[in-house]
């Protein structure tokens, strides 16, 4: 048996309102105020609904979150295959003896798959798991972290950029996105990027070459920005979830937020090119 349970929600969402109230060929004013009749908490519901929809539809995180598998029992081969991909990072391996006490199985006997789609933990050659009498209900407890986006602001005085909980190491190769404004002046999407000085978990900079000097960056940038990008098929299924959550507002099921029981077509193929990817 397995359980699972979200320890960190999304920090943000990947379509900003501004980019939804633009989707939806809604009015704003310079600074991005609403000009129009549908209230930002609704829309920022929807916002939520469409990514809570194209996670399940895809089976993948959407925005970096953290998350607690628990198992009852090791597995019977070397691997344990985590839950919405993409994988980022383990944190950490625990079990609980049935006398009560909790060890770390150390991340040396172990190694942790980012590239497969979904991730595993992988045994290390001749290793094996823990032969330690297992406490009977949840003894095991894997902490991870999934997501294609990371959250991020930036400070332009030290071409900084602050994302709480990342999972990234000087020298890995990132791109950025970022929804309803600009990336900092410097920086740009569909450019890969090398992370440089980073903080684990709090900050890091970018290279334009592995090893190389960290970007100069000269303004914070606008709008929600991210580490990492979505597929755009999986973007427009979820504006078109949003458009349909717009366009029929006066349904009570709708303005409830819950998931409506059929997608639009054209989501629905949307998102299945997305969960594809895992072949």
């Not at 979904?118 to 009977?136: C, E, F, H, M, Q």
């Not at 930036?154 to 990132?174: E, I």
């Amino acid at each position: 048996m397995s359980a699972l349970s979200q320890y960190t929600a999304p920090a943000a969402e990947p379509i900003s309102l501004t980019e939804a109230k633009l989707h939806l060929g809604l009015a704003v004013d310079a600074a991005g105020a609403a000009l129009y009749t549908v209230k930002d908490e609704m829309l920022t519901g929807w916002i939520t609904a469409a990514r809570q929809v194209a996670e399940t539809e895809t089976w993948k995180a959407m925005v970096l979150q953290i998350w607690d598998l628990y198992l009852d029992a090791w597995p019977a081969d070397g691997e344990i295959q985590l839950h919405h991909p993409p994988l980022r990072a383990v944190e950490f391996v625990k079990y609980r003896d049935s006398d009560g006490t909790v060890n770390t199985f150390a991340d040396t006997e172990y190694e942790v798959d980012t590239d497969s789609t979904p991730g595993r933990i992988v045994l290390g050659y001749d290793k094996s798991w823990p032969d330690a009498t297992l406490s009977p209900k949840n003894p095991i407890h894997i902490r991870f972290k999934a997501g294609y986006l990371v959250p991020l602001t930036a400070t332009a005085a030290t071409d900084t950029l602050a994302a709480a909980n990342h999972p990234f190491a000087d020298g890995d190769k990132v791109r950025l996105s970022v929804s309803g404004g600009a990336l900092p002046t410097g920086l740009a999407a569909l450019t890969d990027y090398f992370v440089h000085d980073a903080v684990a978990g709090v900050s890091l900079k970018l290279a334009a070459t592995s090893g190389g000097a960290a970007i100069d960056i000269t303004t914070a940038g606008t709008g929600s920005m991210f580490i990492g990008e979505i597929p755009q098929t999986t973007i427009a299924g979820m504006k078109l979830i949003i458009t349909d959550f717009h366009e029929n507002r006066g349904d009570t099921v709708l303005e409830r937020n819950v998931i409506p029981a059929r997608l639009p077509r054209a989501a629905s193929h949307l998102f299945a090119m997305d969960s594809a990817r895992r072949f």
